[in-house]
């Protein structure tokens, strides 16, 4: 996977109109562009298609169950396209990817996977057994991010590693994990093993991307 990211083309941003988000139990406020909002994220464009009321007043759009702290992240990724964490994969940065996934924001969501693979293959580590229960807490069974982090088990983790982690590990992750090793386990007529015994970074670059119309496919691939 090339180091660049596959980003949209620059479409000009409406900056003259905000909505306000009110983020967590706590209900932090954030004033955010509504064009910087709905040209990426699915969830806002239906969100702020509904805010007025019938008196013609703007509602917020609240955002309950999320933390203030990580939708300041994701604003970082929705407006300069970077990712805010340091060198390691965890919960934290897991939970950039969550939030974009959750918002349909998929740009987002695919430039965050590609930072927690670099994070793993500069470390050469792998998620914790907490970072992993934590992540298919928060996610659907066709999750890129499940499929990352079983893979990440598979090519980079140790024996000790996996028998550790499948003490405590979400059910869902341990049998994926079984069934992709029974899968490839190497042989002369399983043409797939070598193909899939490689580093999640030298995949193509949308092996664990979504895509879709607004979110066409990355250039090269």
């Known amino acids: 996977m090339a180091d660049a990211e596959p980003f949209p083309k620059r479409a000009k941003v409406d900056f003259s109109e905000s909505v306000r ?24 464009k239906a969100a702020v298609a509904q805010r007025w009321t ?8 609240e955002l309950p169950e999320d933390e203030p702290d990580v939708f300041s992240y994701y604003l970082q990724c929705l407006y300069f396209d970077t990712v805010c964490h340091d060198e390691m994969v965890n919960t934290s940065l897991l939970d950039q990817y969550i939030l974009a996934d959750k918002l349909g924001d998929l740009f987002s969501a695919n ?17 914790s057994a907490t970072s992993v229960n934590y992540a298919y807490e928060k996610t659907t069974p066709n999750s890129p991010l499940r499929r990352l982090l079983v893979d990440f088990y598979v090519y980079r983790g140790h024996g000790d590693d996996i028998c550790a982690a499948a003490e405590v590990v979400h059910a869902e992750f341990a049998t994926a994990l079984i069934r992709e090793f029974v899968r490839i386990r190497p042989g002369r007529n399983n ?14 670059r949308c092996h664990y991307h979504q895509h879709d119309e607004s979110c066409p496919p990355c250039v090269g691939d």
């Open 111 to 127: 430039t965050i996977i590609n930072k927690i693979i670099r994070n793993s293959s500069k470390t050469r580590s792998i998620p």
């Open 21 to 44: 988000v009110l983020v967590g139990p706590s209900k932090k406020e954030f004033h955010v562009h509504v064009g910087a909002l709905t040209r990426r994220s699915t969830f806002f």
């Open 54 to 61: 019938s008196e013609g007043q703007a509602k917020a759009v």
């Open 191 to 204: 043409p797939d093993a070598f193909s899939i015994f490689q580093n999640a970074k030298h995949r193509p």
